[in-house]
């Protein structure tokens, strides 16, 4: 099992910046396939981004293409997502997830371990 905590959440107003990261352990980090997924109040969990076990592969939803960037140090077992021009709708919960599934991608099925979970606040 893998223990994951989030961390960097906050208010920030339209425009600005946040970075999340996330801190694993329980698990040789390198083995793990890493992803961030957000749930906004009344909505479903939704993918976010994801990075190969070595980082070099990055996967993206369209929505936050151009705008979201996640990183991973396997030196230090963290994966960051740093997220530029916020908008309101980006208002959510992140989530940080791992899977020892080289294939997982967008779907939250394929993940096996969470993190709690941070508040990212977005005003206008």
């Known amino acids: 099992q893998v223990q994951l905590v989030e961390s960097g959440g906050g208010l920030v107003q339209a425009g600005g910046s946040l970075r999340l990261s996330c801190a694993a352990s329980?698990?040789?980090?390198?083995?793990?396939?890493m992803g961030w997924f957000r749930q906004a109040p009344g909505k479903e969990r939704e993918f976010v981004a994801r990075?190969?076990?070595?980082?070099?592969?990055?996967y993206y939803a369209d929505f936050v293409k151009g705008r979201f960037t996640i990183s991973r140090d396997n030196a230090k077992n963290t994966v960051d997502l740093q997220m530029n021009s916020l908008k309101p709708e980006d208002t959510a919960v992140y989530y940080c997830?791992?899977?020892?599934?080289?294939?997982?991608?967008?779907?939250?099925?394929?993940?096996?371990?969470w993190g709690q979970g941070t508040q990212v606040t977005v005003s206008s």
């Open positions: 997830a791992a899977s020892g599934d080289i294939r997982a991608y967008n779907r939250a099925a394929s993940y096996t371990d």
């Open positions: 329980g698990r040789p980090f390198r083995d793990l396939v």
């Open positions: 990075i190969s076990r070595s980082g070099s592969s990055t």
